[in-house]
């Protein structure tokens, strides 16, 4: 239906693919023992291997066919080990060693013919599939004594590529899959009881909406099925459109269950290890520990009053529709309302308001909608409508939608804050800047997710301050395909960043290290506000072995060999 997300054009499958012959061996075992790691985890240690590599083996087997039909689809990407859903991160991009399709068209031939051929890239040599925290304790104890660096890699959806490095050791985190709801659950060694659910650190978001379906509760989750509900999203901030009033996923979270480096178990909550408790709420994934299961806070069923408007893109359109949301955004945050929007379409979402109150609200969106409507042209849909849970919004608008992937993509992002929407003139430039930064870098998406009315009390967290006072968090990406030269994958990640420097420019130091620019300046401030200096000392305490590391994370040490599969940044393009 209505795809905010969605970049790619599908294209028709062509037909003919040539058979290639890989050039490179893969995962030539390092001079350690991988058997003894392998029987500490019970078996559970396997070669790692690109996704797309039964293709340059036979295109015609049938799991390149398999793989061939499932190339942009995230599900397949986010279950399977060795696929990334932003593909530049399977790739070694400053060695051009890739094992990639054609997205556009993974039927291509081009693609696994020479010179192309199929190498590891940045995926893992040898990867454990986690089922218990031992698994963890003892991947930590082969990286301290053979240096081979650890990664974490969850549903591979990291915008960043922290969740892959080449010549590591992979902890796969995809199959704990558990799921418990406890009305009244208590934090160990607390006293205050709510209704939990405990994840396993595996689950994705449209497991969990589907098991609060079924228990009659709220969850507060993002926007897209597959990304994970307790690993990088929840540690790194988490937002989705009930965050307004309902808060961010680290304000939700009441405990972790966390292997730290030095390969205990310890349980991070309100009441012990607070320190540790307060870094995984925001401090990000990868950088203190590996979570195995967390438990987030249950809320009663919601009812929810959906304001949709949606038209093919045109600019005038476009305009007008960036003008109601910025005019209207501060009385529509207070009033509750959250959601997502693009050039051509926005979904608002409201919890505590009923249908006549909401009507009364969205009163200036809906009449943009029928006056678009009246002048004609191509069609305008405007859809006003309740829905009697978080899950049954979702499964009508955003379930059915799997975001389309399979692309390499440079993303980059800002957090707007109230300031911006007080006075006419501040309207106005951040209208031209919406407008500017979606016609350098078409597809900016307007997330209405920051927790700016959230009037809950759950103590510290880590992300940045500037999400309270935050009303609009935006994204804006530059895609590439499998056979971009170094010099425009290099041009991409310049573009974004050029293409959200419209926005920098008017605003203060401030965006989601979940979804930044790879190459954020001054990144400690920008994702982590005055918390940075604490989230460092509590690095230092849980890991003084570095043994964990990712890019523009915590503590993190550039020079490590695990970083050279980055491009060094280049700044050449300054406008777009
Ligand atoms: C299509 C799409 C939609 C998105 N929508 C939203 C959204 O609505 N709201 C939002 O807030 N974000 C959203 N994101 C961003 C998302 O939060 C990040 O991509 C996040 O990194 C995903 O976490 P993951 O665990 O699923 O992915 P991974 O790529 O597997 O991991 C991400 C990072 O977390 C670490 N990590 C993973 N699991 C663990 C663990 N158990 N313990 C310790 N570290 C761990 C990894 O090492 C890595 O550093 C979206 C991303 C995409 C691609
Ligand atoms: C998963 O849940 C089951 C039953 O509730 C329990 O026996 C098992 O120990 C749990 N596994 C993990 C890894 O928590
Ligand atoms: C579901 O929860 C809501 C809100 O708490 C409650 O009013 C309703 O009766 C519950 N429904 C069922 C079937 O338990
Ligand atoms: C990549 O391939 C497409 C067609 O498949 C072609 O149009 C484009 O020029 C190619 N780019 C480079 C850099 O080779
Ligand atoms: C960055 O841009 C400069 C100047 O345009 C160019 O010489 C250099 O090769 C580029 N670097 C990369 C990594 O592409």
């Given at each position: 239906?209505?795809?905010?997300?969605?970049?790619?054009?599908?294209?028709?499958?062509?037909?003919?693919?040539?058979?290639?012959?890989?050039?490179?061996?893969f995962?030539?075992?390092?001079?350690?023992?991988?058997?003894?790691?392998?029987?500490?985890?019970?078996?559970?240690?396997?070669?790692?291997?690109?996704w797309?590599?039964?293709?340059?083996?036979?295109?015609?087997?049938?799991?390149?066919?398999?793989?061939?039909?499932?190339?942009?689809?995230?599900?397949?990407?986010?279950?399977?080990?060795?696929?990334?859903?932003?593909?530049q991160?399977?790739?070694?991009?400053?060695t051009?060693?890739?094992?990639?399709?054609?997205?556009?068209?993974?039927?291509?031939?081009?693609?696994?013919?020479s010179?192309?051929?199929?190498?590891?890239?940045?995926?893992?040599?040898?990867?454990?599939?986690?089922?218990?925290?031992?698994?963890?304790?003892?991947?930590?104890?082969?990286?301290?004594?053979?240096?081979?660096?650890?990664?974490?890699?969850?549903?591979?959806h990291?915008?960043?590529?922290?969740?892959?490095?080449?010549?590591?050791?992979?902890?796969?985190?995809?199959?704990?899959?558990?799921?418990?709801?406890?009305?009244?659950?208590v934090?160990?060694?607390?006293?205050?009881?709510?209704?939990?659910?405990?994840?396993?650190?595996?689950?994705?978001?449209?497991?969990?909406?589907?098991?609060?379906?079924?228990?009659?509760?709220?969850?507060?989750?993002?926007?897209?099925?597959?990304?994970?509900?307790?690993?990088g999203?929840?540690?790194?901030?988490?937002?989705?459109?009930?965050?307004?009033?309902?808060g961010?996923?680290?304000?939700?979270?009441?405990?972790?269950?966390?292997?730290t480096?030095d390969?205990?178990?310890?349980?991070?909550?309100?009441?012990?290890?607070?320190?540790?408790?307060?870094?995984?709420?925001?401090?990000?994934?990868?950088?203190?520990?590996?979570?195995?299961?967390?438990?987030?806070?249950?809320?009663?069923q919601?009812?929810?009053?959906?304001?949709?408007?949606?038209?093919?893109?045109n600019?005038?359109?476009?305009?007008?529709?960036?003008?109601?949301?910025?005019?209207?955004?501060?009385?529509?945050?207070?009033?509750?309302?959250?959601?997502?929007?693009?050039?051509?379409?926005?979904?608002?979402?409201?919890?505590v308001?009923?249908?006549?109150?909401?009507?009364?609200?969205?009163?200036?969106?809906?009449?943009?909608?029928?006056?678009?409507?009246?002048?004609?042209?191509?069609?305008?849909?405007?859809?006003?409508?309740?829905?009697?849970?978080?899950?049954?919004?979702?499964?009508?608008?955003?379930?059915?939608?799997?975001?389309?992937?399979?692309?390499?993509?440079?993303?980059?992002?800002?957090?707007?804050?109230?300031?911006?929407?007080?006075?006419?003139?501040?309207?106005?430039?951040?209208?031209?800047?919406f407008?500017?930064?979606?016609?350098?870098?078409?597809?900016?998406?307007?997330?209405?997710?920051?927790?700016?009315?959230?009037?809950?009390?759950?103590?510290?967290?880590?992300?940045?301050?500037?999400?309270?006072?935050?009303?609009?968090h935006?994204?804006?990406?530059?895609?590439?395909?499998?056979?971009?030269?170094?010099?425009?994958?290099?041009?991409?990640?310049?573009?974004?960043?050029?293409?959200?420097?419209?926005?920098?420019?008017?605003t203060?130091?401030?965006?989601?290290?979940?979804?930044?620019?790879?190459?954020?300046?001054?990144?400690?401030?920008?994702?982590?506000?005055?918390?940075?200096?604490?989230?460092?000392?509590?690095?230092?305490?849980?890991?003084?072995?570095?043994?964990?590391?990712?890019?523009?994370?915590?503590?993190?040490?550039?020079?490590?060999?695990?970083?050279?599969?980055?491009?060094?940044?280049?700044?050449?393009?300054?406008?777009?």
């Amino acid at each position: 239906m209505i795809s905010p997300r969605a970049f790619a054009l599908f294209a028709v499958f062509g037909a003919g693919v040539a058979r290639a012959t890989l050039q490179r061996p893969f995962a030539s075992p390092l001079d350690v023992s991988w058997d003894e790691l392998r029987e500490k985890v019970d078996g559970r240690l396997y070669a790692g291997s690109p996704w797309a590599k039964p293709c340059f083996d036979d295109p015609e087997s049938d799991a390149c066919r398999e793989i061939r039909l499932n190339y942009r689809d995230e599900a397949s990407r986010a279950s399977s080990s060795g696929a990334y859903i932003n593909t530049q991160w399977e790739t070694c991009q400053s060695t051009r060693e890739q094992c990639l399709l054609d997205y556009t068209n993974p039927r291509d031939k081009s693609a696994i013919s020479s010179p192309y051929s199929c190498s590891l890239g940045s995926v893992s040599d040898y990867y454990i599939d986690v089922r218990e925290p031992k698994d963890v304790t003892a991947a930590f104890e082969f990286s301290k004594r053979t240096h081979i660096p650890v990664i974490v890699k969850n549903s591979g959806h990291d915008y960043k590529g922290r969740s892959s490095a080449p010549r590591s050791l992979g902890l796969w985190t995809r199959n704990l899959k558990n799921m418990t709801y406890n009305p009244k659950f208590v934090p160990k060694g607390c006293d205050k009881a709510s209704a939990g659910v405990t994840l396993g650190a595996g689950v994705a978001w449209g497991e969990a909406y589907e098991f609060a379906e079924e228990n009659n509760i709220t969850v507060v989750g993002g926007s897209d099925k597959t990304v994970g509900a307790v690993g990088g999203w929840l540690q790194g901030g988490g937002h989705g459109a009930l965050s307004n009033t309902m808060g961010m996923g680290v304000d939700r979270v009441l405990e972790f269950e966390v292997v730290t480096p030095d390969g205990q178990l310890r349980t991070a909550n309100a009441c012990q290890n607070e320190d540790l408790f307060f870094a995984l709420r925001g401090g990000g994934g990868g950088t203190f520990g590996v979570v195995t299961s967390a438990t987030i806070l249950a809320s009663p069923q919601v009812t929810l009053q959906t304001i949709i408007v949606a038209f093919p893109r045109n600019d005038k359109r476009a305009r007008q529709l960036f003008t109601v949301m910025v005019d209207n955004g501060l009385a529509w945050a207070a009033a509750g309302w959250g959601g997502l929007a693009n050039a051509q379409a926005a979904i608002y979402v409201n919890p505590v308001l009923n249908k006549e109150e909401a009507a009364e609200s969205m009163k200036p969106l809906i009449e943009l909608g029928e006056r678009l409507k009246r002048e004609g042209g191509e069609p305008v849909q405007v859809v006003v409508r309740e829905f009697g849970s978080w899950g049954g919004f979702f499964h009508a608008f955003a379930g059915e939608y799997v975001a389309a992937v399979g692309a390499s993509l440079a993303l980059s992002s800002r957090l707007i804050p109230k300031d911006n929407f007080v006075q006419a003139e501040d309207r106005k430039a951040l209208v031209d800047a919406f407008v500017a930064a979606d016609s350098s870098t078409p597809g900016l998406i307007v997330l209405i997710s920051p927790p700016t009315s959230y009037k809950g009390d759950t103590g510290r967290t880590s992300v940045t301050e500037a999400w309270r006072n935050s009303i609009y968090h935006i994204t804006v990406i530059s895609p590439w395909n499998w056979n971009a030269t170094t010099v425009e994958k290099s041009e991409h990640y310049a573009r974004a960043s050029a293409s959200i420097d419209h926005l920098r420019r008017l605003t203060p130091d401030a965006a989601y290290v979940n979804e930044a620019d790879v190459y954020e300046a001054n990144h400690e401030i920008a994702f982590w506000g005055s918390n940075y200096p604490e989230l460092l000392k509590i690095k230092q305490k849980y890991d003084p072995d570095h043994l964990l590391d990712c890019w523009q994370c915590v503590g993190w040490k550039p020079e490590s060999k695990r970083f050279a599969c980055y491009l060094p940044q280049n700044v050449s393009i300054t406008s777009v």
